[in-house]
């Protein structure tokens, strides 16, 4: 009788264990699963705009750009500051400040000014925007060239500046810097009537800022890069 009790009990043991290991796994995924589902820290995603509204004078620069925002977990981020800068730029260009949260993309007189506010992205839900950013004297001379832009973000669960969406701002599409209006951010190439509509342009603001000739952009604008095409900015 010893031996048969013996295997007995020591084959209750095994199943007790292995038991014990299923529940502790289910626990385990139990517990992963919630977390995943409804306390994770997601991250905003935003995308390359199609288009954007543009004026730039001598004594300041306007932007203004959709955005679509992405919170890609579960829990609400809160957005409490947005920047625009261009980090290929000298340092004398400063950074574009979030100035106003507008209704559309063209501008008009019609519309009515809201300041900048946080705001919170629902966790796993998309939000457009439109937001404008300016700067006085910023710096920002547009060459009818292709510049890299990027708009940095301060969240409510982390400190400091970080960096959202990187892309390339298509400045030569800025034909007439004296009216506040929208242009395609697209790369296509401008017409001939286009480019010197441009340059024209600059070579007015160039001499507010008391230089006599307009720079040769061409080497600008069809060199490419490393890879031979022209540079793209990409989401982060």
């Keep these: 009788m010893f031996w048969p009790m013996a295997a007995t009990n020591q084959y209750a043991s095994s199943a007790l264990a292995g038991a014990s290991v299923v529940s502790t796994c289910a626990l385990l995924f139990t517990v992963a699963s919630f977390w995943w589902l409804n306390a ?3 991250r ?3 995308w390359e705009p199609h288009a954007f509204a543009a004026i730039v004078h001598s004594s300041t620069a306007r932007l203004r750009l959709p955005l679509v925002l992405h919170n890609t977990g579960p829990k609400p981020i809160i957005v409490q500051d947005l920047i625009l800068t261009f980090p290929d730029e000298t340092a004398s260009h400063l950074p574009l400040l979030w100035v106003s949260s507008p209704s559309r993309l063209q501008p008009g007189p019609d519309e009515e000014a809201k300041l900048p506010a946080g705001f919170v992205v629902a966790g796993r839900e998309a939000q457009q925007l ?4 300016e700067a006085p004297f910023s710096g920002l001379l547009p060459e009818a060239r292709d510049y890299k832009a990027q708009i940095q973000v301060r969240v409510g669960h982390r400190k400091g500046w970080r960096p959202l969406l990187t ?3 298509r400045a030569a ?3 007439d810097r004296h009216r506040y209006t929208v242009y395609s951010n697209a790369p296509v190439e401008l017409t001939k009537q286009d480019r010197k509509r441009a340059d024209a342009a600059l070579l007015e ?3 507010e800022h008391g230089h006599t000739s307009a720079p040769d952009n061409t080497s600008q604008q069809d060199s ?3 890879d031979g095409e022209p540079g793209m900015g990409r989401g982060g």
Excluded at 130 to 133: P, R
């Design 173 to 175: 599409n800025i034909v």
């Design 167 to 169: 892309f390339t701002l």
């Design 130 to 133: 439109f937001l404008e950013f």
């Design 44 to 46: 905003l995603k935003a």
């Design 40 to 42: 994770r820290q997601g």
């Design 205 to 207: 603001l160039l001499e």
């Design 224 to 226: 490419p890069d490393d």
